[in-house]
Nanobody, 116 residues
């Protein structure tokens, strides 16, 4: 059984930075293109960054382009999201998950709050 555990969230002031981590247990991680998603209160979950299986190709939502960087380490079954220049609109629960959302391996997420 696959389990995805997100960590690294917290409270940060506008303009600050955070690094999120995603630890995957079980089999399959290296074979999936992965994404970081977020869900703000009252809003739908959205994909903010994705990375291919090899880590060579990344894509970002326009709202985070130039500020967030996604990366992965298949040897350690981990994925990261470096977030810089954080703004209040980045406040949300952040989740990692394969782009194939039908797998339904959602974890608890990690809360990111950007506030002064």
């Amino acid at each position: 059984q696959v389990q995805l555990v997100e960590s690294g969230g917290g409270l940060v002031q506008p303009g600050g930075s955070l690094r999120l981590s995603c630890a995957a247990s079980g089999n399959g991680f290296s074979g999936w293109s992965m994404g970081w998603y977020r869900q703000a209160p009252g809003k739908q979950r959205e994909l903010v960054a994705s990375v291919t299986t090899s880590g060579e190709i990344t894509n970002y939502a326009d709202s985070v382009k130039g500020r967030f960087t996604i990366s992965r380490n298949n040897a350690n079954n981990t994925m990261y999201l470096n977030m810089a220049s954080l703004q209040p609109d980045d406040t949300a629960v952040y989740y990692c998950h394969p782009l194939r959302v039908s797998l339904n391996y959602w974890g608890q997420g990690t809360q990111v709050t950007v506030s002064s």
